[in-house]
T-cell receptor, first 112, second 115 residues
Framework: NAGVTQTPKFRVLKTGQSMTLLCAQD?????MYWYRQDPGMGLRLIHY???????AKGEVPDGYNVSRLKKQNFLLGLESAAPSQTSVYFC???????????FGPGTRLTVT | AQKITQTQPGMFVQEKEAVTLDCTYD???????LFWYKQPSSGEMIFLIY??????QNATEGRYSLNFQKARKSANLVISASQLGDSAMYFC????????????FGAGTILRVKS
């Protein structure tokens, strides 16, 4: 049982480049989330999904897009990377009873 | 405003002693959940313990217990018999009923266990 996995683990981009982060979960959870973690701060929600084919904006969605074509996968895209998007990105999926979010191992992204 | 406050940026504890990490929260919701996560230097977020707002008893998970004082809006984490492997960043988080039931995180407390 892999839980929540994220690909890649590390990435360095140049300003203006694009990339996609992949999150996969094998627990059949409906809800999935993308958070970012910056130094000295807790995690902040970028986008989320309440089920296959649905996405919605979180607190800090600007510069990101997401897709949830399959229930087990939640993709986070950066169309034109900026240095302000240098961060650690965490994906999570949510079990509803009891309520708990399971986190992936994180992706460390640096934009130069 | 929905907010989590962790007032201790860093804490030290002697191995085998107990330590309390503080967490206060602010919400107008009647139904919410409180979580503690551990983040070691390797970076992953590890779930430790959960307390629902309607739970009357304090949650416990092994050496972890959550001291839930609803009237004070506090949810402190108590780690008993500290171990060197407990050295990590600890985040308190609150589940709120918006943004698809997202987690609101505090800024974290770095715990260092001394031998």
């Amino acid at each position: 049982n892999a839980g929540v996995t994220q690909t890649p683990k590390f990435r360095v981009l140049k300003t203006g480049q694009s990339m996609t982060l992949l999150c996969a979960q094998d627990m059949n959870h409906e809800y999935m989330y993308w958070y970012r973690q910056d130094p000295g701060m807790g995690l902040r929600l970028i986008h989320y999904s309440v089920g296959e084919g649905t996405t919605a904006k979180g607190e800090v969605p600007d510069g990101y897009n997401v897709s949830r074509l399959k229930k087990q996968n939640f993709l986070l895209g950066l169309e034109s990377a900026a240095p302000s998007q240098t961060s650690v990105y965490f994906c999570a999926s949510r079990r509803t009873s009891p309520d708990e979010q399971y986190f992936g191992p994180g992706t460390r992204l640096t934009v130069t | 405003a929905q907010k989590i406050t962790q007032t201790q940026p860093g804490m030290f504890v002697q191995e085998k002693e107990a330590v309390t990490l503080d967490c206060t929260y602010d919400t107008s919701d009647q139904s919410y959940g409180l979580f503690w996560y551990k983040q070691p230097s390797s970076g992953e977020m590890i779930f430790l313990i959960y307390q629902g707002s309607y739970d009357e008893q304090n949650a416990t998970e092994g050496r972890y217990s959550l001291n839930f004082q609803k009237a004070r809006k506090s949810a402190n984490l108590v780690i008993s018999a500290s171990q060197l492997g407990d050295s990590a960043m600890y985040f308190c988080a609150m589940l709120i009923r918006e943004y698809g039931n997202k987690l609101v995180f505090g800024a974290g407390t770095i715990l260092r266990v001394k031998s």
